[in-house]
T-cell receptor, first 116, second 111 residues
Framework: DTGVSQNPRHKITKRGQNVTFRCDPISEHNRLYWYRQTLGQGPEFLTYFQNEAQLEKSRLLSDRFSAERPKGSFSTLEIQRTEQGDSAMYLC??????????????FGSGTRLTVV | GQQVMQIPQYQHVQEGEDFTTYCNSSTTLSNIQWYKQRPGGHPVFLIQLVKSGEVKKQKRLTFQFGEAKKNSSLHITATQTTDVGTYFCAGIIQGAQKLVFGQGTRLTINP
């Protein structure tokens, strides 16, 4: 297992275009999370899945953002009609949650989005 | 809203000096996790604390969880240049499932 994989690593797009990012979590993990991180800040929660079910979505997330996790495996995060304020590092993480245990996140290397 | 605050924002030390970062939550946490992010890298999980008053050690790193489960600290003894990076605390609010990250403390070290 090579950990959490994200692609692309970098994406430059023009304002108004749609972008899609992919995340492949650790196969044994049942939770998958998306975060956004800007310079000098901690990761900001966007949404998470338990298996294929999307259980929570941040109120900060506009309706231009959508995430899917078909079949409970990889996940995609789509941003429609991108704006310059969407420029950030988008991090995916996975974790194992079993019983009362909630274990640490394993993060991917992220996708850096630049909207010009 | 629910927030996890972390201080200081920056800390510069001489190699060999100790370092401490503090984390405070406005609400009770079910657990707290600590992550390290090297410059240009992604957060890497260090440890999780669950019990009130819990103390855990990893070599030169000591992690504490407050009695009220609203605060935590990370202390590094005798810093080394490999300790450079940003240290984040992240808490799970009781009754919720998502992690809320602090703003991080960026540690730089003068060799």
């Amino acid at each position: 297992d090579t950990g959490v994989s994200q692609n692309p690593r970098h994406k430059i797009t023009k304002r108004g275009q749609n972008v899609t990012f992919r995340c492949d979590p650790i196969s044994e993990h049942n939770r998958l999370y998306w975060y956004r991180q800007t310079l000098g800040q901690g990761p900001e929660f966007l949404t998470y899945f338990q298996n294929e079910a999307q259980l929570e979505k941040s109120r900060l997330l506009s309706d231009r953002f959508s995430a899917e996790r078909p079949k409970g495996s990889f996940s995609t995060l789509e941003i429609q009609r991108t704006e310059q304020g969407d420029s950030a590092m988008y991090l995916c993480a996975s974790s194992l949650v079993a019983g009362q245990g909630n274990y640490g996140h394993t993060f991917g290397s992220g996708t850096r989005l630049t909207v010009v | 809203g629910q927030q996890v605050m972390q201080i200081p924002q920056y800390q510069h030390v001489q190699e060999g000096e100790d370092f401490t970062t503090y984390c405070n939550s406005s609400t009770t946490l079910s657990n707290i996790q600590w992550y390290k992010q090297r410059p240009g890298g992604h957060p890497v999980f260090l440890i999780q604390l669950v019990k009130s008053g819990e103390v855990k050690k990893q070599k030169r790193l000591t992690f504490q969880f407050g009695e009220a489960k609203k605060n935590s600290s990370l202390h590094i003894t005798a810093t080394q240049t490999t300790d450079v990076g940003t240290y984040f605390c992240a808490g799970i609010i009781q009754g919720a499932q998502k992690l809320v990250f602090g703003q991080g403390t960026r540690l730089t070290i003068n060799p």
